[in-house]
């Protein structure tokens, strides 16, 4: 396994769900299995007994990827029998509040030998992140902690869960562009505004918020470099990939393919178990300097369920900006358009345009950290009104 494909794995393991759970609710470790991948080769690379017993957890474990057979289908994640806990930084006995000191010294050992094969991106001290295989513990009961979150930098992966409000609710968010793709690009004085930083920045800070209220959450394109920032001047680079490790193409058509091939895969995936499935799109626009435009929506056509989403969340920004800047007024809009993304998502889907990157009172929305959290908040806020 070369450098690249062990930080994609050790990435897909840690964030391929952000799935907002109960503090105490039970979390497994997630691999994505490779083309030459048995269950076998999985247990053995990370270290697990390849028993009869324990090839049955792992199934019991993926119950609803067996149809048609215990066979591993490659792009999809499979849960590990690792139980994935919070660790508390005292100590590994204090977390799982157990009193064998040897059980504690030997999970020790088993994270420096994952930590050493790279299989996880940081030690357990540093992540937050303890594994834990579930044939040493009957059962283990995450820490009294927020759950822990690395894809938002090292500040803010901690997320309290608020309550369970989004529970079995499944939004798949897509920040625009990507990779080789920087997508529109603004000027601020000397330095450049890039469309893809700033709409994965808001994506992510919209994806803590949804994790507070219990939901899953899959972040469609992400970046082992960059959490949520607070500078005005977002560095740009083209470390982005997407979910599962993909690299993202240099090719506008497989670009629109290759995100909702995700999108749609993940939504057969849980249709069965879903309350509500939501695909949101985030970028910025680009248009002419003296061009100021408000937050805008496209709806998927002839979909009323995706034109009530777009509508709830106009409505919704058109209050806060009512409330927060009054006498400011909002021209936002919504309306249909031919995109891939909103034609062949089978959720329910919104694409999004922030503001104008080049008209300098739009950038305001984007380079002041404090704004870029305002939308979030208030896509967040209509989202949990459109899914109630």
Aim: a positive charge; charged letters at 30%; aromatic letters at 10%.
């Amino acid at each position: 396994m070369n450098v690249r494909n062990s930080i994609f794995f050790v990435a897909v393991v840690v964030v391929v769900l952000l799935e907002g759970r109960p503090s105490r609710a039970q979390e497994y470790v997630t691999c994505y299995p490779g083309k030459s991948d048995g269950v076998y080769t999985l247990l053995k690379r990370y270290n697990l007994p390849t028993t009869a017993e324990m090839i049955d957890k792992f199934w019991e474990l993926n119950s609803d990827l067996v149809k048609g057979g215990r066979y591993l289908k490659l792009g999809f994640a499979y849960r590990l029998p690792i139980y994935k806990v919070y660790y508390d930084g005292s100590s590994i006995r204090s977390t799982l509040k157990i009193t064998d000191l040897a059980l504690a010294k030997k999970i020790e050992r088993y994270n420096h030998k994952v930590l050493s094969a790279g299989l996880q991106k940081a030690a357990y001290q540093k992540s937050r992140e303890l594994w834990v295989p579930a044939d040493w513990l009957t059962e283990v009961s995450a820490a009294e902690e927020p759950a822990s979150f690395p894809i938002f930098g090292p500040r803010n992966q901690a997320v309290d869960m608020v309550d369970q409000v989004l529970k079995d609710c499944y939004f798949y968010l897509d920040p625009g562009h990507g990779g080789p793709d920087p997508g529109a690009i603004g000027k601020r004085g000397k330095d450049r505004l890039y469309e893809d930083e700033y709409a994965y920045d808001i994506t992510l800070r919209l994806a803590r918020r949804l994790l507070e209220h219990g939901a899953s959450v899959f972040m469609i394109v992400q970046d082992d470099d960059d959490g949520i920032r607070d500078d005005a001047i977002l560095p740009h680079d083209d470390h982005e990939y997407y979910l599962g490790g993909k690299a993202i193409s240099s090719d506008h058509l497989r670009r629109l393919s290759d995100r909702v091939d995700i999108v749609n895969a993940l939504h057969d995936r849980y249709r069965a178990r879903a309350r509500a499935q939501i695909m949101v799109t985030i970028h910025v626009d680009s248009r002419s300097h003296s061009k100021r435009i408000d937050i805008f929506y496209y709806y998927q056509s002839n979909d009323a369920a995706s034109r009530a989403l777009a509508k709830t969340l106009l409505k919704k920004i058109d209050a806060k900006y009512a409330e927060n800047q009054p006498g400011r007024g909002y021209s936002g809009s919504i309306s249909t358009r031919s995109l891939h993304v909103l034609n062949e998502a089978k959720p329910t889907a919104v694409y999004i345009e922030l503001g104008n990157i080049k008209n300098k009172k739009d950038q305001d929305r984007f380079i002041i950290a404090d704004n870029r959290q305002a939308v979030a908040n208030w896509l967040y806020e209509g989202l949990m009104e459109a899914v109630r």
